[in-house]
């Protein structure tokens, strides 16, 4: 059984990968497709990290919650904030322990490469159901099922990837329709492609 990845440790250097940066953009564009954003909307990016897809999104809704269990994650995003001196983005820490996500009402709830680090998804899915308002919508992307070979260090990876038919399982199963996946983008190491999903649903 894995452990959890203490993302504090690498939060600092997070945003001086340029495969991660290009991914981050490359998935907001994908969810820019995929649903179309509001100036009215409020969204929740949950997994945010230091809000690569968070502050892409923001410019194209009423604000946008990051939301994250590493505190040197939401630390690095505070900071990302005031440098910029955005007024529609903002930053919460979420305790994993309680399964309690940021109060409040959502049109849109994202996440980027996160779900693959969550040990029971379902109920995940759930919560976020309870937070959008009727309507509402969800955007998660995530690889494809693999091998296991994406992670040179497993720890805090409880999932391999998922199958189209897994995600909207899990989509159905928490309460949410209309659901759809599509290939958002891939990503190249070394000499291996691996495909990552979004898969989007409405809340009913």
Known sequence: ??????FDAVAEQWDEEPRR???????????????P????????????GTGLVTFQLAPFVH??????????????????IATAGVSNVSAK????????????RYHLITSAMTLHHVKDIVPL?????????????IALADLETEDGSFHEDPTGVFHHGFSAEELSDMLRKAGFSAVS??????????ERIFPVLLATATSC
Request: aromatic share 4%.
């Open 125 to 137: 899915l759930a919560s976020f159901k309870a937070l959008l308002h009727p309507g509402g919508r």
């Open 63 to 80: 604000s946008i919650t990051g939301v994250d269990s590493s505190s040197g994650m939401i630390e690095r995003l505070t900071a990302k």
């Open 181 to 190: 996946i599509e290939t958002a983008t891939t990503i190249v190491k070394g």
């Open 21 to 35: 940066v290009k991914l981050a953009g490359e998935i907001a564009a994908a969810i820019q497709e995929g649903i």
């Open 93 to 104: 820490l979420y305790n994993p322990d309680t399964a309690e996500l940021s109060a409040g």
């Open 37 to 48: 954003l509001s100036g009215d909307w409020d969204a929740l990016d949950f997994g945010c």
């Open 1 to 6: 059984m894995t452990e959890p990845r203490n």
